[in-house]
């Protein structure tokens, strides 16, 4: 594969499947698609449909394609290739993945999950370019992340590195996906942030409820998300700032382990966090800075990530450049 | 420097300095000579002690020595191999240790602080031999700890990556030394193990007080330190495997924390913990394996230390034998 040679990057997620040519050394999307996923359909459909994708693109473009890396939405052995399962499409479970693109592209795949690629993309074709170490986190329907440590993504032993959405913050909190009480996930992911908006609107008084700007965004308690709360707190609105304040007092305490275990120069925020407003994010490092290490409060880098909704195309680039192990 | 060189290992500690002569080769200690720390002599004294001991290790051995690597106890600027502060002693705010100690005994030197020099010295020549990555944790007077991956200590963009006892695990917890509430330090080093078993015998009623184990071993109430909580629970006194089951508890919050998100194959506790008893290893490693990721039981790896109070001479020779960034 020469330098100027385009990757194609593979987004397999819980609910759409993009495909896009990434010239790496530009940084730029060159071309992408994208299609929403028939869960039952199951992999075999999923895989027919990317593979259709990929082979577009490929038609489509009059550069040299040299690799694949595909970014799976789900737990994978990175080394041998292989999804090991998936949470939201049935038939994944042991398959060959890389191995079957592949064959079927005739181009040198690899494959990674989706929380490392992205914190990989963001690495190298996002908000983390140009520093020396930096830790990822994805704030979306869970809490995934990420470490890339000089330029290599540092998996762990078992593939769990940065699995910081289950880190303890509260010991006896509220319970998490994975069964225990007080994860990072089970207080400040999306499903958590909707919870703790929704418990502090019933248990407001009236006039203060039917006036939240939560509430006229939803259009009910029931229907109010994560993404009413911060829509709500980023125009001002006093019980969701309040009730986001908590969160990000969760969310802060996580930040700072990481950075008092990982140390890394920045932190990316991924996900839904990455579309907060800037005033929630300055609210957030000043929450970060209250309850770090004393004396470590000005070295604190917290950044959106840049990506967005390409972030999974960009991981797949990113990966295919990973030096290997 | 030839494979076969010996190397010079400086532990200076906050009430001993101790130096050996390390073949790397053989893993072996050759030599070693270790004398209290004066802190009124302040940085001076105890450099000019280092270096007599040093050189007496030198005179007597008919081997070549290839280098020097000093630990030092407490914060150190390792690339410029200066000292950034001492807590123990006066005079070494800013000591540029490395190049003063090369210059003396002539040979290359470089320097770290004590918890990464531990790490590196468990990895290369204890408990972590042979293992791709490997956390540690000291627990003593304080909590500190190190990264190595792949062979690498993994510093942090500002020094501070494995600084685990001021992981937040249990927040609004007992007040730690940074001045926050909850730290790891602050719930299970020495000190704070020593004050939950003096608060549980305190509050114990006579007759359980009076038969306990660990009021036997002090002599009194107020003497019972950490030491005689471990051994009279190493004897299966009641009382202080009750206070330490809660101790672990918390302890174990955080080793699951670092293990899902540094997830290294191997974690090693050293310091105090290296001496407890295998029954109350155990213990902890249940402990854990009750609080950590669901799934994830199996694949816990934990290691006491096997440098004993050797392992600040290693942490030196081990420090020579890190590749440099």
Tied chains: 1, 2.
């Excluded at 020469?2 to 990434?22: C, E, P, Y």
């Excluded at 028939?38 to 994708?53: F, K, N, Q, S, V």
């Excluded at 203060?208 to 998300?225: C, E, K, P, Q, Y």
Aim: aromatic share 4%; charged share 15%; with cysteine.
């Amino acid at each position: 594969m020469s330098d100027r040679s385009l990757l194609i990057g593979l987004d397999f997620g819980g609910t759409k499947l993009a495909a896009g040519l990434v010239d790496p050394a530009r940084g730029d999307l060159v071309a992408s698609v994208r299609r929403p996923t028939e869960p039952e359909g199951g992999a075999t459909l999923a895989l027919a449909t990317m593979l259709e994708m990929a082979r577009e693109l490929v038609a489509n473009t009059p550069g040299e394609v040299g690799g694949v890396g595909i970014n799976f939405g789900g737990p994978v052995d990175a080394a041998a290739g292989v999804v090991l399962q998936s949470h939201h499409v049935a038939g994944w479970d042991g398959f060959p993945l890389a191995a079957r693109v592949g064959a079927a592209l005739g181009l040198p795949t690899t494959l990674e999950n989706d929380a490392n690629g992205q914190a990989l993309a963001e690495w190298r074709f996002g908000a983390g370019r140009g520093s020396r170490s930096m830790a990822y986190l994805n704030v979306g329907t869970g809490i995934g992340g990420g470490i890339v440590l000089e330029g290599r993504l540092w998996r762990g032993a078992h593939g769990m590195a940065g699995e910081f959405g289950h880190m303890v913050v509260r010991p006896g909190g509220p319970v998490c996906t994975c069964g225990r009480g007080g994860c990072l996930e089970a207080l400040a992911a999306g499903p958590a942030m909707g919870r703790r908006a929704r418990a502090a609107l019933a248990a407001a008084p009236p006039e203060i409820r039917d006036r939240s700007a939560m509430l006229r965004r939803a259009g009910s308690v029931a229907a109010v998300t994560g993404r009413e709360l911060t829509g709500a707190a980023a125009d001002g609105d006093t019980l969701a700032l309040e009730v986001l304040d908590a969160i990000f007092a969760d969310l802060a305490l996580g930040i700072a382990n990481i950075l008092s275990g990982v140390d890394p120069d920045l932190l990316v925020l991924g996900g839904g966090a990455a579309d907060w407003a800037p005033t929630l994010f300055a609210r957030l490092l000043e929450g970060v800075r209250t309850v770090c290490l004393p004396g470590t409060e000005n070295q604190i880098a917290l950044s959106p990530a840049a990506l967005g909704a390409d972030a999974g195309i960009f991981g797949g680039a990113a990966i295919v450049l990973q030096p290997r192990a």
